[in-house]
């Protein structure tokens, strides 16, 4: 298991990552924002992970978070609670030494909407998950 996650980031590190996340994201971050909004979970976090490995600087965390969300919403689409929110939490701490806006995404809107999903789930009973179901998921496109 690697430990990548929980190492702190250096000052360095999030200089590094402020400035790639000002440019244009890689062709394939394209493919992941459709898959992603298009509730195809699953595709998402495969084209992901082959973005993720790709990178070798820190804003690789980006694409883990994203990925993070991604599976958390795959879960919580299977009534997995217990996923849904391990995941959504973990993509949400990915995700959160990242500017608001990292490859023209809106990561802002992705954190807050990805939170209050989080809060949702947790504040009904189990076996109430579906209602969840009624609220819209969050979100990635459009790349602006």
Same mark, same amino acid.
């Given at each position: 298991m690697s430990t990548e996650r929980?190492?702190? /980031?250096? $000052?360095s590190d999030?200089? +590094?990552?402020?400035? $790639?996340c000002a440019a244009a994201g890689p062709p394939t971050l394209s493919l992941a924002v459709r898959q992603f909004d +298009?509730? +195809?979970?699953?595709?998402?976090?495969?084209t992901l992970e082959d973005l993720w490995r790709a990178e070798p600087g820190p804003v690789r965390r980006v694409y883990q978070g994203i990925l993070h969300v991604a599976v958390g919403l795959y879960h919580l689409r299977r009534g997995n609670r217990h996923g849904a929110v391990t995941k959504l939490r973990s993509g949400l701490d990915y995700l959160a030494p990242f500017p608001s806006r990292c490859h023209g995404l809106d990561l802002g809107r992705l954190r807050a909407e990805?939170?209050? /999903?989080?809060? $949702?789930? %947790?504040?009904?009973?189990? %076996?109430?998950?579906g209602d969840v179901g009624n609220r819209p998921a969050p979100r990635l496109g459009p790349l602006a």
């Open positions: 929980y190492r702190t /980031l250096t $000052a999030v200089a +590094d990552a402020a400035s $790639a +298009d509730g +195809d979970y699953f595709a998402c976090h495969e990805t939170t209050a /999903l989080v809060e $949702a789930i %947790e504040a009904l009973p189990a %076996e109430r998950l």
